[in-house]
């Protein structure tokens, strides 16, 4: 089984910085994808951003020059630094990974975070 755990949420004021890292662990052969996802109260969960192993990157709407995401190959962790937060940016962050097993032979599995509460207070 594969585990991600996330941290570095917290209350923030608007126009501050956060940043999230999420750690994965288990029997992973390799990862293809890592990203962020939120989903704020009443709404569906979205894109933040995600990052594929060889570095290519891609932003939700409207994020991208606030946020950037950054993956370590090697430890199997993945960030997302956050800027200028706005209140609109409250939510709850959860951490994915497309990941190789060492059982699988063909395809991978997706996994979650169990998610981090961010709050940006006006």
């Known amino acids: 089984q594969v585990q991600l755990v996330e941290s570095g949420g917290g209350l923030v004021q608007a126009g501050g910085s956060l940043r999230l890292s999420c750690a994965a662990s288990?029997?992973?052969?390799?990862?293809?994808?890592m990203g962020w996802y939120r989903q704020a109260p009443g709404k569906q969960r979205e894109l933040v951003a995600s990052i594929l192993s060889g570095g290519s990157t891609n932003y939700g709407d409207s994020l991208k020059g606030r946020f950037t995401i950054s993956r370590d190959n090697a430890k199997n962790t993945v960030s997302l630094q956050m800027n200028s937060l706005k209140p609109e940016d409250t939510a709850v962050y959860y951490c994915?990974?497309?990941?190789?097993?060492?059982?699988?032979?063909?395809?991978?599995?997706?996994?979650w975070g169990q998610g981090t509460r961010v709050t940006v207070s006006s």
């Open positions: 288990g029997s992973i052969s390799s990862i293809l994808a």
């Open positions: 994915n990974a497309d990941v190789i097993t060492h059982s699988m032979v063909v395809g991978a599995a997706t996994y």
